[in-house]
């Protein structure tokens, strides 16, 4: 989707603290001669109450970030906070427990369950962590992603776009501090997009979340407070207080200057989905926060089509790091996976 109209920054001078920060955040999948560095020795901090865009080149390692900020996905090399908490060799539990409590992920794929239903989806995560939701919040979330017609509906009953949106409501109805979305507007229409992105800006500017979006997608960009750009896995330019009209510009001379260079040794190639064998081995769990025997993921729903059940094999991670929660079955408390499992806490 396209998203030109620019939203109105609050401009706020006092410093608000940082919801989360990483020194020298390395990231290698595989090793030897066919290595990739997916993040090479980051430094960032993410402004606390701010809405902070990630933009780059496919394959420059903006998931990357975004599931290792968010205590997804283990490091290389390097540290990284959540507030005051590091991550970083926190015990699988009391990771866990932080990420359930603070942290709201919307994945670029969605991770939603074939087997429950979009309400059962978006309250999933609170199901899990026996919380009750807030629910005048919860039917405000419906309302203003649309989808109060939609809730019985299981997600491959819904469009790419109506399962993007009930992944944002999932991410939302607990209000979590800090929301991480990954190009959460990419399959959506300008309107629904359009809604996403206020409503990401209103959870900052009225509740006092933190907000991290990939995009792609210059105007999308431009509802945010601060564009960092990524190439080759490094920060290598920020933009405040960015228009559409002046991300695009930046973007611009970042293709020029690309095409004048030659690609750097080592550099990432374009994201690929990883050929099957390679995908369960090189991808190490989230600190053990990954169950070994987990069973069936049936949530490795790509963006705009729901994988059917039978054709995901057991034990497959998905292309975004995150194995999906077990087997669910919309009847029975048990049914809702592991409260350890990290794609249920999104
Ligand atoms: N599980 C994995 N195994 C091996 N390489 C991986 C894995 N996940 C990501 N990579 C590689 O790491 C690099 C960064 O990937 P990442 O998904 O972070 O890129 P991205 O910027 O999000 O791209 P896109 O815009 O296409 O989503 C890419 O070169 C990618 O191929
Ligand atoms: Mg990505």
């Given at each position: 989707m396209s998203t030109s109209a620019s939203a109105p920054h609050t401009e706020r001078t006092e410093p608000v603290g940082v919801a989360a920060r990483a020194r020298g955040l390395t990231k290698a999948y595989?090793?030897?001669?066919?290595?990739?560095?997916?993040?090479?020795?980051v430094d960032v901090d993410i402004a606390r109450q701010r809405f902070t865009a990630v933009m780059g080149p496919s394959g420059s390692g903006k998931s990357t970030l975004m599931h290792t900020l968010a205590g997804l996905d283990s490091v290389s090399a390097g540290q990284v906070w959540l507030g005051e908490t590091e991550?970083?060799?926190?015990?699988d539990r009391e990771l866990t427990q932080l990420r359930r409590d603070r942290v709201g992920f919307m994945f670029q794929s969605f991770n939603l369950i074939p087997t429950l239903n979009a309400r059962e989806n978006i309250t999933l995560p609170m199901d899990i962590a026996g919380k009750r939701p807030d629910t005048e919040w919860l039917e405000h979330v419906i309302d203003t992603l649309g989808l109060r017609d939609r809730l019985r509906h299981r997600p491959a009953q819904l469009s790419g776009g109506q399962q993007q949106r009930v992944a944002c409501a999932r991410a939302l109805a607990s209000r979590p501090e800090l929301i991480f979305a990954d190009e959460p507007t990419g399959n959506l229409d300008s309107r629904a997009g359009l809604e996403v992105l206020g409503f990401l800006r209103e959870a900052v500017d009225s509740l006092g979340q933190t907000v991290v979006m990939v995009t792609h997608d210059p105007g999308a960009a431009g509802h945010s407070d601060l564009v960092l750009f990524l190439a080759d896995g490094r920060i290598v330019d920020e933009m405040p207080r960015p228009t559409a009209e002046g991300v695009l510009e930046r973007m611009k001379r970042f293709d020029a200057l690309q095409g004048a260079r030659p690609a750097p040794e080592g550099a990432a190639p374009?994201?690929?989905?990883?050929p099957e064998s390679t995908v369960p081995t090189a991808q190490p769990a989230p600190e053990g926060a990954v169950?070994?025997?987990?069973?069936?993921?049936?949530?490795?729903?790509p963006p705009t089509q729901p994988v059917p059940e039978s054709t995901v094999p057991p034990g497959r991670a998905t292309p975004e790091g995150a194995v999906p929660p077990a087997r669910a079955t919309p009847d029975g408390p048990e049914a809702h996976g592991s409260p350890d499992d990290p794609a249920t806490q999104d």
């Open positions: 595989g090793s030897g001669e066919t290595a990739v560095i997916a993040l090479d020795a991550i970083t060799g926190l015990k374009p994201r690929q989905p990883a169950p070994t025997a987990h069973p069936a993921p049936e949530a490795a729903a």
